[in-house]
């Protein structure tokens, strides 16, 4: 039995895989709240202002304009310990770059690394690895 997930934030910069992977966290029922983020600087701002609920997970991309998933995760350094504790982030992206599954694995934020797109299957994957009882 897995518990159910208060809050997952989808950061991705573009609307149509956003749309698609938050039907496929709802098709899993077992979160409250999906939060989407067009940036990384807006998702930034989402953590740093504390009025949502607490993000228990957080599916990150890699490419996208202004601040990319890796400047992303140097600014999430800086947050409160607090925040990062309780937080998983997946890297959730199109590159299959051997280069960047190694960064990904070796980022200390970063507990895995998948491939798009989210479907409802590989979300119950997630749920039982960092969230089952």
Same mark, same amino acid.
């Given at each position: 039995?897995?518990?159910?997930?208060?809050?997952?934030?989808?950061?991705?910069?573009?609307?149509?895989?956003?749309?698609?992977?938050?039907?496929?966290?709802?098709?899993?029922?077992?979160? %409250?709240?999906?939060?989407? /983020?067009?940036?990384?600087?807006?998702?930034? %701002?989402?953590?740093?202002?504390?009025?949502?609920?607490?993000?228990?997970?957080?599916?990150?991309?890699?490419?996208?304009?202004?601040?990319?998933?890796?400047?992303?995760?140097?600014?999430?350094?800086?947050?409160?310990?607090?925040?990062?504790?309780?937080?998983?982030?997946?890297?959730?992206?199109?590159?299959?770059?051997?280069?960047?599954?190694?960064?990904? &694995?070796?980022?200390?934020?970063?507990?895995?690394?998948?491939? /798009?797109?989210?479907?409802?299957?590989?979300? &119950?994957?997630?749920?039982? /690895?960092?969230?089952?009882?």
């Amino acid at each position: 039995m897995n518990k159910k997930l208060k809050c997952i934030l989808l950061i991705d910069d573009n609307p149509h895989d956003n749309f698609f992977h938050e039907r496929a966290i709802k098709a899993y029922d077992e979160t %409250e709240i999906v939060v989407t /983020k067009d940036s990384g600087a807006e998702a930034l %701002e989402y953590l740093k202002a504390k009025t949502g609920p607490h993000s228990d997970l957080i599916f990150l991309d890699i490419n996208m304009p202004a601040m990319n998933g890796w400047e992303f995760l140097q600014q999430y350094s800086q947050l409160d310990k607090t925040v990062r504790e309780q937080t998983i982030i997946i890297m959730l992206t199109t590159s299959a770059n051997p280069s960047d599954i190694e960064k990904g &694995q070796k980022n200390a934020f970063v507990s895995d690394y998948i491939t /798009k797109p989210l479907t409802k299957e590989k979300m &119950q994957l997630i749920a039982d /690895k960092y969230f089952g009882e």
